[in-house]
């Protein structure tokens, strides 16, 4: 990949999200849909992690979401943001925040 710069990497929006609402999309193996809390507002994402994690086992949790991602449209759904997760041989990894982090606290 392509280096990037410091400034280029601060103009990233790194928040954490609280899961609120999150459901399989329908005719889909991978994809869910989430509401999520980024302490200023609410926002619906798109994510393929259905694989690995039921919509029910995610709800409650905190994430890290690239809250200043333009939007994008998934299955014809808009997707305002995008949580972050490793690959590991194809296989979302999302690393969670304890209870302790408020929704909407910067991730540096």
Same mark, same amino acid.
């Given at each position: 990949?392509?280096? +990037?710069?410091?400034?280029?990497?601060?103009?990233?929006?790194?928040?954490? /999200?609280?899961? !609120?609402?999150?459901?399989?999309?329908?005719?889909?193996?991978? !994809? #869910?849909?989430?509401? #999520?809390?980024?302490?200023?507002?609410?926002?619906?994402? #798109?994510? /393929?992690? @259905?694989?690995?994690?039921?919509?029910? @086992? $995610? +709800?409650?949790?905190?994430? &890290? =979401?690239? @809250?200043? !991602?333009?939007? @994008?449209? &998934?299955?014809? +759904?808009?997707?305002?943001?995008? !949580? $972050?997760?490793?690959? +590991?041989?194809?296989?979302?990894? &999302?690393?969670?925040? /304890?209870?302790?982090?408020?929704?909407?606290?910067? =991730?540096?």
């Amino acid at each position: 990949m392509e280096e +990037i710069t410091f400034d280029e990497f601060k103009r990233m929006d790194l928040r954490v /999200g609280q899961i !609120l609402k999150a459901e399989k999309v329908e005719g889909t193996q991978k !994809l #869910v849909k989430f509401e #999520v809390d980024i302490g200023t507002e609410k926002r619906q994402m #798109v994510a /393929g992690v @259905a694989e690995a994690y039921s919509p029910e @086992a $995610l +709800i409650g949790k905190r994430i &890290i =979401v690239v @809250a200043n !991602l333009k939007p @994008a449209r &998934i299955r014809g +759904i808009e997707s305002q943001g995008m !949580l $972050l997760a490793a690959d +590991i041989e194809g296989n979302p990894v &999302i690393p969670f925040f /304890g209870e302790d982090v408020p929704p909407g606290t910067k =991730v540096r």
